[in-house]
């Protein structure tokens, strides 16, 4: 079967790599892709670029009825909340993703917080402004530490966790005064700080059956201790052991299944990932952080190396609506991947640097996903024939019969590799190995 892939991230290239596997695929094009990618091209599989732009849908559209593509699989999220799936459904293709108007719990978090209010989906208590001033009013009634956030999407990073009244009143003037995230900043919202523990739910939903996906947990702020700007994550790990099989009960009974269920009624069902956000409290009570409509990047990458199941067969049972039918089956082994970032990401970043150790960090057991490289002019082979692109680099990921066995390899393989001005967070798990820590 041919699968049709539009992205060209780590997320993306840990999806082709877990196609590739299925005794089903015989071709993979990944629109825009990457080198390394393509690098993963196998005899049973072959997989190659498509240099099409993502945001072209009917082009992608006629690729997808000339090539007699199987299915689509949608990575990232703009093309979804642009309305990929509503052009391929129109043309009677199969594709796997919400709709533009589901799409829109992660493309505005102002329209996923009237829905939580709407479908009683705890969640933190808010307020949405346009306005700076009234902005500036509500925090100083409210007090800190607050959250602010962009309202549409910026790639993980139109968050502010204020701590301070300064931090938070300069979040507000960043964004609606200063336009520091473009449209995506033109409103606002700002929320009560949840205390707990972060994790992310992720479930494949196919319009009315959910098939949760494994437990995980990741690292968005950019430095050691959770501290420093967020990003788009730095690290993530599966499983999270704060998500107790109690505590995954109540996340489906009380957050998924309600959630799917309120999609439904308002009349824009969902297909595809379904990612939850949560804040989890000391007492095992969640509440919804945020919502995403695709895979989350980097969890993706530790979920996929601990998945035992035919990726494709889960896929094509959520387009088909008889998820109910099937059972993912997860490696009991721990998994962990530690991003390796460019120069002072998520503020700016360095292109065009050479890397060096990737080879050697597969050798020691690793796989390495490549979110941000090309290849060198002039490189065709060897160990450093790939350079920097911006951004997230790399996520190195590891697996270990627990979380200090995946973490010791992941940070090894990560300590292999080197390029200017790289950074990376040696503390990726650190609450889990805590945890095992303690009850050993």
């Not at 009143?169 to 473009?182: E, K």
């Not at 409509?293 to 979920?303: A, H, M």
């Not at 199941?309 to 039918?325: I, Q």
Request: charge should be negative; proline fraction near 4%.
């Amino acid at each position: 079967m041919h699968i049709l892939l539009i992205g060209n991230g780590g997320r993306e290239h840990a999806l082709a790599w877990k196609l590739a596997q299925s005794p089903q695929v015989s071709k993979i094009s990944v629109a825009p892709g990457s080198a390394a990618i393509v690098a993963e091209t196998s005899a049973a599989t072959r997989i190659e670029q498509l240099m099409l732009d993502i945001d072209d849908h009917q082009a992608l559209c006629n690729f997808a009825v000339e090539q007699q593509v199987h299915l689509t699989v949608v990575g990232p999220e703009l093309p979804l909340v642009a309305g990929i799936v509503d052009a391929f459904e129109t043309a009677g293709l199969r594709i796997l993703g919400p709709r533009a108007a589901a799409a829109q719990l992660e493309g505005s978090k102002a329209y996923a917080k009237e829905f939580m209010q709407r479908h009683s989906i705890p969640t933190a208590a808010h307020a949405t402004f346009q306005s700076a001033d009234k902005a500036h009013q509500y925090i100083d009634e409210r007090g800190v530490p607050i959250v602010v956030k962009a309202d549409g999407l910026a790639a993980g990073k139109g968050v502010v966790v204020a701590q301070t009244l300064i931090e938070a009143h300069a979040a507000v003037d960043a964004m609606l005064s200063d336009h520091s995230f473009g449209d995506a900043g033109a409103t606002v919202v700002i929320e009560e700080f949840l205390a707990g523990e972060e994790a992310s739910f992720i479930a494949l939903v196919d319009g009315q059956h959910c098939l949760p996906f494994a437990t995980s947990q990741d690292h968005k702020a950019r430095n050691e201790g959770d501290t420093g700007p967020n990003t788009g994550g730095m690290g993530a790990y599966s499983p999270a052991p704060v998500v107790t099989s109690e505590v995954e009960q109540h996340i489906l009974q009380d957050i998924v299944e309600p959630s799917v269920a309120g999609l439904n009624k308002d009349g824009t069902p969902f297909k595809g990932f379904l990612y939850v956000g949560l804040m989890i409290d000391s007492s095992g009570a969640a509440r919804v952080v945020e919502y995403n409509v695709r895979l989350g990047d980097p969890e993706t990458q530790p979920l996929l190396m601990r998945l035992n199941s035919d990726l494709l067969t889960m896929l094509d049972a959520a387009v088909d609506g008889k998820l109910d039918k099937i059972h993912a089956d997860w490696n009991p082994q721990c998994a962990l991947g530690v991003v390796l970032a460019a120069g002072d990401y998520p503020a700016s970043s360095g292109k065009g640097d050479s890397i060096k150790g990737i080879d050697e960090a597969e050798a020691l057991g690793c796989k390495v996903f490549h979110a941000g490289t090309k290849l060198a002019d002039n490189i065709d082979t060897g160990n450093d024939k790939f350079v920097t692109n911006g951004g997230r680099i790399l996520c190195v990921s590891a697996l270990g019969d627990d979380i200090v066995e995946a973490k010791k390899l992941a940070d090894k393989g990560a300590a292999a590799i080197n390029f200017s001005r790289m950074h990376y967070r040696r503390d990726i798990g650190y609450r889990a190995v805590a945890r095992l820590t303690e009850s050993a």
